[in-house]
Each structure stands twice: as structure tokens, then as C-alpha cells.
């Protein structure tokens, strides 16, 4: 496992086991330069614990990412639970593996910061909750999702603008978007955006619910297979990551992809990102697009308010249009997000230096 540390440049990595509920984590810290480790927490199936660990690092690693081009004080971790299947049939296991996780992240002594991620939603979080004071998104869990969504829709309607050569959010009514995924960020980007008057298409392994999402807001339903290669003007992967390969880029039929789901790319991320260049598509990176629930989340704690959703698309926007101009002078977006956030990480590091830098480009 020092392997997986090591190939990641990770900080610490943390495995937790717990021999009585037979619960399976790993947190992994990647870098706190910018404050203390922040990540959510994911639940899913994996072959080992090793590859729950190899995924969390590399979450993790996006998470620096995050909050440093978004500006935030803190720095990039992960947790990941192994989904067992006993577990899954078992809810009071699940309970006692939960419980486990909570006690064990309380013992890093509040320094590691959780909160929701895919498969981990409100009732989970309050369950983690019950054993440490570490976690946030039980009550404000609704107010993550929609911040994330906010950001997701600005970050489509600043992508689009920046086809047609601004820097603005373009106006999103009877734009069309693919949906993949309506969980509860996906669920809540589809109603953001109807609610902006936009058309949509949507998604969903669980079929039952991507129906009812699509009733609710008037949504066409296509075989999950099938959502990356309808023909949209926006394309927002909010399922798990992974979905875009270079086969499967060059059968998008989209102008801009911008969703809520993390590391969307299938690496090598480079290839991928120029690939989407090539053929024209803009991609907001994952990590610019879906910031609004680490900025709502580490903003507000467990206090959400509506008010949150707004301010966290507000600094999202900031940075979008920061990657979108860039994008405008010639750059590929990811390049030049990934550049915004060595930028602040830099700074951090040696504070001096980046100011006799700053007085050089100011004069
Ligand atoms: N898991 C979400 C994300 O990756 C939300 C989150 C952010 C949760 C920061 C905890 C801390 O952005």
C-alpha cells in the first residue's frame, strides 16, 4: 500500500479496519498546504481495499485541486468505504460500519474534515455523525447538492458564452442538457436548470428514478448507455467518474461538458482533455464545475441556508470565468485551471516570491 502513497505524493494515507462490523476504509490526505485535509466521504463497491485506497488518493489529489483554484483554506483528502454486500442486505451492519468509520476518523482528533460523497447522503452522514464531531451534510445536505448544481449551471452557461467568444453566462432557456446521473446532485442540476429553462435529458442506472425525476420536471429518459452520445448543447456527467475514454469522445455529440461528478476523465487526463479540444467540445474541468458543495459545506458547516446556494455560485462563477478567458486566449481548460491552482498553491508556499512575481506583472 506505501506504493499507492507514494505514486499519489499523498501525505498520509489511513486504512481503517474494523474486525467486529468487518467495515473496510481508507482516507487518503494529499496536500494541506492550504489548511486542513477536507474530502468527502464515498461508499461503493471495490475488488479490494487497495483499490478503495487507490481511488481515495486520487479523489483526493482532485480535492487539493478544488479548493486551491477555488481559493479556499484547505487542502485535498478522500475517504472511501468498501461496500460489502452483507452489509448492503444488513442495514444494522451498515449502521455498526458506519459507527466504526466515525469513531475512527475521531480519532485523527478533527484535523481530517468529512462530509457527503456518492453513496454517503444525509441518513449516513447523521449516522457517522453520532460518532464524531468531524462530519458536516446531515442537515445541510440539500443545501451541498444544490450548490453543487448552482455551479454546474453557471459553469455550463459560462462554457457556452465562451464558444460564441464572451466571458458571461450564456442564458440557458431552451438550451438542451444531458443529464447522467440524478442522484442528489444530478437530481438537483435537473430541477436548477428546468427551473432556468433549459430542456433536459436524463439518465439513470436506476431507472425508477430517472423516470421520476424526468416527470417532475419534464425531462426525455434515455438508456444509460446511450446519454453521453445524444446530441445536446451541454453534456453533465453527475454519476461516478470515469466516463470519458477517448472512444467515448468521439462520440459525444455536445458543445460543452460540465458536470458534478469528480475525476471524469479516464487517465491520462492530458490525452482525454486534448481529445475534447480537438473536437471542439469545452470542457469545465470536473474540479472548477462541481466546487459548490466544498464551498457551501466548509462555508456554512451543518447550518445550511438557502443563502448558500447563491454564494457558492458566485465564487464559482469567479473561477469559471477565470478558466473561460483563458480558455478564450487559446488554452485548454483543464491545463489552465490546473495552472490557477499550482498558482495558489505557489503562493502559499513561498509567499514572498509570488508577491516580487506579482509586482513584475503589475509593472
Ligand atoms: N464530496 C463532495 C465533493 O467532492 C462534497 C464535499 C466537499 C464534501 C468537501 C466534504 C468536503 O466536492
Redesign the pocket.
Known sequence: MSEVAAQHDLEALYLIRDRESGLEAAVAVHDTTLGPP?????RRAYPSLADAARDAAR?AR??TW?FAVHGLP?GGA?AVIVADPEADRDPARRERQLLAYGAAIERLGGWF??????GIGAAEVATIQRACSCA??HRSHDI?SRA?AAGVRVAIAFGLAALDGRVEAAPLEGKRVAIQGVGAVGGALARDLAGHGARLVVADTDAGRAERIAAEVGADVVAPERITQVAVDAFAPCAAGGVLDLATIEGLRCRVVAGGA?DVLVPPEPAAAAALAARGVLYVPDFVA?????VA??GCGEEGRPEDVERAAERIARTVAAVTSRALAGAEPRAAALDLAAAALRRERCPDRSRSLGSEGSA
Do not use: E, Q, W, Y
Open positions: 477536507r474530502g468527502g466521504t464515498r479523489l482532485t480535492m478544488k484547505f478522500k474534515g468529512t462530509g457527503p460523497d456518492l458536516v451534510g451541498a453543487t469528480n462541481n466546487g459548490g458543495a466544498a459545506l466548509t
